[in-house]
């Protein structure tokens, strides 16, 4: 019964290498998808053809957008969604709440130690070079606790599913992981489109993310603070992010400010109100750490505030995430994260880490430069997936340039093997049917004091060409609700 | 709120209600001159002026001869020119877009929507016979604008913000519109009695203004100069009128700053002044010397706008 | 015996146009310190503006200053008044063990402890060709290695002003082979760096009572971390041991970490900015 005639999927090509979401190997369908296949097999293909229409103008005339920065201008674009919701299973959920917890456990305890003793670096556990040749340590953050102990607020896991059929953790995002205000924008939208199919699940709710958050933030209040008044801060309404800085602004309930709404005095800091100054306690920032303070950063940044890190030192206000916490998403340390939640956490990781290839290591230099194409090199401290490249798809000539960059720079690069991300089915617009498409999953963590969140959903994000494995937005991804069912 | 986007709510309002205005102004002025009961009415280069008079660009040079698709695209669609519908739409939303947190999702998406309408609109379809479709639909948006901004906000500090910015707009460009058709009735003046009383230019601006159907209802008779004048300025009941917009900004002032107590340097006081100096006026005064009359008003408004940004947007 | 010091900083900035709002932060306060005792303050600048005392990443002092209103021209002064002690460079017993000495820098927690102050930074940065420019004799102490390297700087590089900014890097000063007491010292880090020693740039004022190189600005010198003995003051530019006539304000990694200025200034057209150092020093009992 599982093969019952369904229009929509009759054109549905699998690929049998690949690991398909909803599909068993040997083509039946997964039980938690089989109500939602049925569904959806009662809609023609021209229904889908409106509703997706529909649905993207829904995002444009809400304001649902991006920019994208090319080399000529910028342009408004909205994220493309998908109709066509991701299911994770109650069982699976588990491991990977429990995996991101203990991750974000780890990177906080991590941080904590290479800005005081730097117990794991003295006991031969990472190197040194971890933070002496990293961009993103902060050495005016050593000796700083920050209010409540947290340094990494929120984090965002990139988590995929190999071929295998295991999670493997691509990444962990702990300075801005944007990405969160689509979870919900998502969910909305699918109702809309498609309010029946929620009758016949039981979903997790996404909506109490920004309570969530703003509830575990006030827990890392400054000390002597009683009723804290918390803001968040964006570049402006410029930022490809800025959707989402107000979003998160709005449903906080909290003011939405940039740089100069704040001024700093006497080592305390204040917004500017029409009613005077009012002081700020906690600033959940959208802003990189070199932008907070051009008196201490990038002397020429207009858009953070003058004099904030000496707040921030003096421990005055409170920064979420806190400054110098990018030196643990460098992909250099991502590669020691067993070891890091062992150290820290005396436990095994939950999350699967990606086999690394550590380009400053002679050794592993070398099994690089000689397996280039089967390998993906990426530079260590770029975020959005830019600089990536994938081995199998570079031409002879691109192999040479990857492989001179990298010998030029061996610090700069590690490599891993090529992953074979899941596929999921996918309404395409050009053909206007189902097709498979690469997928991966970010999950957002969120830490207190003593307390954490994990969002019961994520961002599905959706590589859109045809066999592309890059799912960032700045790259052309879509994303999917996600729907976690409860168990 | 933040001083900035207390400002930016203002400012918000205020482009809205522009946006309108010009819109309006269009329309009424090209279409009613098309069958003008006289020549000068009906002169195409006599009404390009007042529109580009309008939108604070006069054409000094009584020489050139004005062409009408530049002007029009000019005032409706050219992003080049500061002033132009598609500017003030555009300055509408970014104002909206960075006070995003504060305002409703179905403001926001209506402003939204009203900024991809006006974004997106054909040039050539605008010039050639799309002008009435584009100044209307836009007059219209902005009614549903307002319908969302009284509906779907709170009535606390951020509504009254905007709705001082809309009123104070209002008032401004009521204060234009008379001022530029002043000017027009002066050159186009009537065939009959008082020919600059009885100027066919009092009808057009009453329509501009959205009034001349209430007008002829209240006065029963053919609007004159001092009629139309009257019921534009004085009249409290008369949604359009200077009089209601500085009653609405006086109403919106006192949610920002309900003390009671005696501040000369306030902002509520020198809106209250202002209010108070025109709700004692009567039209025969006015009459005496309306330039004058026009300059000052807008002086006092101009007054209110600067005290209003140091008292409340300083940042 | 100690000396009475009297300092007078000055700074004077005019702009082509309106200043419609700025920011400085000064880190020109003299550090208190065991050789160091701070008696007075006193700081003003010509607009009126309220001067802020607080501190900068690292710690050290600083005033900020914010003025509210507009202006063209704004000048800054700041007097100090301190007590310096009579500081011995050479009060200390250079390490006997010399081959013990040079394993405790190879010791991880040694590397750990000074790991700032061993890093390479953009203005320590020695370009490829000169790395040995300088390397350590193994058999006499770290300490004699150092007073050489000092001697050597002062050797390679020429005193001379206006030749570099704050922007130039050692590419380009070991190939000129010309600049000032930034420059001088920037070297010196780097050389020392190279060779394992942890080495920190000292902003600070020196007393020119006694013709040394120092340009009436505000001066820079060096400090290295010899095992056993702690941090030693080296002047580079002078061929000096820092003593009793450098009085430190601030420490760090290189010049970004210690610059005396910083200014965050919106306005357009043209600026002039000048500023002075004056040091006068007056005998105690």
Not at chain 1, 219 to 240: A, E, L, R, Y
Not at chain 2, 252 to 271: E, G, Q, R, V, W
Not at chain 3, 65 to 75: A, C, G, L, R, W
């Amino acid at each position: 019964m599982d093969n019952i005639e369904n229009q929509i999927f009759s054109s549905y090509e699998r690929n049998p290498i690949l690991y398909d979401e909803i599909y068993k190997k040997k083509g039946q369908i997964k039980k938690v998808y089989k109500k939602l296949f049925e569904l959806y097999g009662k809609h023609s293909i021209q229904d889908y053809v409106n509703l997706n229409a529909k649905a993207k103008s829904s995002f444009f005339n809400q304001g649902i957008t991006f920019q994208v920065y090319n080399d000529k201008d910028t342009q408004e674009k909205i994220f493309p969604f998908d109709l066509f919701p991701r299911i994770i299973a109650p069982d699976e959920w588990e491991i990977i709440e429990k995996g991101a917890i203990q991750r974000s456990k780890a990177l906080n305890l991590f941080l904590w130690d290479i800005y005081h003793d730097k117990n794991i670096i003295r006991e031969g556990i990472v190197p040194m070079e971890l933070i002496s040749t990293s961009e993103n340590y902060l050495d005016q953050m050593v000796g700083i606790d920050p209010p409540g102990g947290i340094y990494n607020h929120i984090s965002g896991t990139d988590i995929i599913k190999h071929n295998d059929g295991k999670y493997y953790v691509l990444e962990d995002n702990i300075r801005c992981p944007s990405g969160v205000s689509y979870v919900i924008c998502n969910r909305t939208a699918l109702k809309r489109a498609l309010f029946g199919v929620f009758n016949h699940y039981k979903t997790y709710s996404v909506t109490n993310y920004a309570e969530n958050l703003l509830d575990l933030l006030e827990t890392t209040k400054p000390k002597g603070v009683d009723v804290p008044v918390s803001v968040v801060i964006t570049p402006g309404m410029f930022n490809s992010a800025f959707y989402e800085h107000s979003y998160l602004a709005k449903t906080m309930g909290v003011e939405l400010v940039e740089g100069r709404d704040l001024f700093v005095e006497n080592d305390f800091v204040y917004m500017k109100t029409i009613k005077g100054p009012i002081k700020v306690d906690i600033i959940y920032r959208r802003i990189d750490d070199q932008f907070i303070d051009p008196l201490e950063f990038k002397p020429d940044s207009t858009l953070g505030v003058p004099g904030l890190f000496a707040a921030y030192k003096k421990g005055n206000v409170t920064l979420a995430n806190a400054p110098g916490t990018g030196v643990a998403d460098d992909k250099a340390v991502y590669t020691y994260m067993p070891q890091i939640i062992k150290y820290y956490l005396n436990e095994e990781p939950i999350l699967n880490n990606v086999h690394t290839y550590h380009c400053s290591r002679p050794d592993e230099l070398k099994y690089v430069l000689e397996h280039i194409h089967e390998l993906v090199i990426k530079p260590v401290d770029e975020a959005g997936g830019y600089g990536i490249s994938i081995g199998n798809r570079l031409t002879k000539a691109e192999i040479e340039t990857v492989k001179k960059q990298i010998t030029e720079s061996p610090r700069k690069y590690v490599a891993q093997p090529i992953m074979s991300l899941s596929v999921h089915p996918t309404y395409i617009d050009e053909s206007e049917s189902f097709e498979q498409r690469h997928v991966d999953l970010r999950t957002f963590t969120i830490l207190g004091k003593d307390k954490e969140f994990v969002l019961k959903g994520g961002l599905t994000r959706v590589a859109l060409q045809k066999g592309n494995l890059i799912v960032n937005s700045s790259q052309g991804g879509g994303s999917k609700d996600t729907w976690v069912l409860k168990g | 709120m933040l001083a900035r986007v207390a400002n930016n709510l203002f400012w918000m309002g205020r482009y809205i209600e522009r946006s309108e205005h010009i819109a309006r102004y269009l329309n009424v002025n090209y279409f009613s001159s098309l069958d003008a009961p006289n020549a000068k009415s009906q002169d195409r280069q006599f009404v390009l002026r007042s529109m580009l008079f309008l939108v604070g660009e006069p054409d000094v040079d009584e020489n050139v001869i004005l062409k009408e698709q530049e002007v029009l695209f000019k005032i409706g669609l050219d992003t080049e020119s500061p002033f132009s519908i598609i500017n003030n739409v555009k300055y509408a939303r970014e104002n909206a877009n960075s006070a995003r947190d504060l305002i409703s999702t179905e403001l926001y998406e209506s402003i939204n929507k009203f900024y991809h309408f006006v974004l997106n609109y054909p040039s050539d379809i605008f010039l050639k016979n799309g002008l009435h479709d584009f100044t209307s639909n836009v007059a219209e948006m902005t009614a549903i604008l307002r319908g969302k901004i009284r509906g779907t906000l709170l009535h606390d500090s951020v509504y009254a913000i905007i709705m001082m910015g809309v009123n104070i707009e209002r008032a401004n460009q009521i204060i234009r519109i008379i001022n530029t058709k002043y000017n027009d009735a002066l050159k186009a003046q009537g065939s009959y009695g008082d020919k600059f009383g009885n100027s066919f230019e009092w009808t057009t601006l009453l329509k501009c203004a959205e009034s001349y159907d209430m007008m002829r209802r209240f006065y029963k008779k053919t609007p004159t100069s001092i009629s139309t004048l009257e019921f534009l300025i004085l009249n409290p009941n008369c949604p359009r009128s200077i009089m209601n917009s500085l009653n609405q900004v006086y109403k919106n002032i006192k949610i920002l700053d309900p003390s009671m107590a005696y501040n000369k340097k306030s902002t509520a006081f020198l809106i209250g002044k202002v209010r108070a100096e025109y709700q004692y006026k009567y039209i025969e005064e006015i009459e005496e010397n309306i330039q004058i009359f026009i300059e000052d008003i807008l002086n006092s408004l101009n007054e209110i706008s600067l005290k209003m940004e140091k008292e409340f947007f300083n940042y | 015996m100690s000396l009475e010091y009297s300092i007078v900083y000055k700074a004077e900035n005019n702009y082509q146009n309106w200043v419609e709002q700025a920011h400085w932060q000064f880190l020109i306060i003299p550090e208190v310190n065991n050789n160091q005792e701070f008696v007075n303050i006193d700081f003003s600048n010509s607009v009126g503006a309220t001067n802020q005392f607080s501190i900068n990443g690292y710690g050290f002092k600083t005033i900020r200053v914010h003025p509210k209103q507009k202006f063209k021209n704004i000048s800054f002064e700041a007097t100090f008044r301190l007590i310096k002690k009579e500081v011995n460079p050479f009060d200390f017993n250079p390490s006997a063990d010399i081959e013990q000495s040079y394993q405790k820098l190879n010791e991880l927690n040694f590397k750990v402890d000074f790991e700032a102050f061993l890093k390479t930074t953009h203005f320590t940065r020695i370009p490829q060709a000169q790395k040995s420019m300088f390397d350590f004799e193994k058999d006499i102490s770290i300490f004699e290695n150092l007073q050489n390297l000092n001697h050597f700087v002062f050797n390679y590089l020429r005193f001379k002003t206006n030749v570099t900014d704050v922007k130039t890097t050692l590419d380009e000063i070991i190939v000129e082979r010309q600049g000032v007491c930034q420059d001088f010292t920037h070297l010196f880090c780097a050389v020392a760096r190279k060779n394992d020693i942890p080495a920190r740039y000292v902003s600070g004022y020196l007393h020119q009572g006694n013709g040394y190189f120092g340009d009436s600005q505000m001066h820079a010198w060096a400090e290295a971390y010899i095992p056993k003995i702690g941090w030693v003051g080296f002047d580079p530019t002078n061929n000096l041991l820092a003593n009793t006539n450098h009085i430190k304000v601030a420490h760090g990694k290189d010049y970004t970490d210690c610059s005396p200025l910083k200014g965050v200034v919106y306005t357009t057209g043209t600026n002039e900015t000048s500023h002075t150092v004056q040091v006068l020093s007056q005998q105690q009992q």
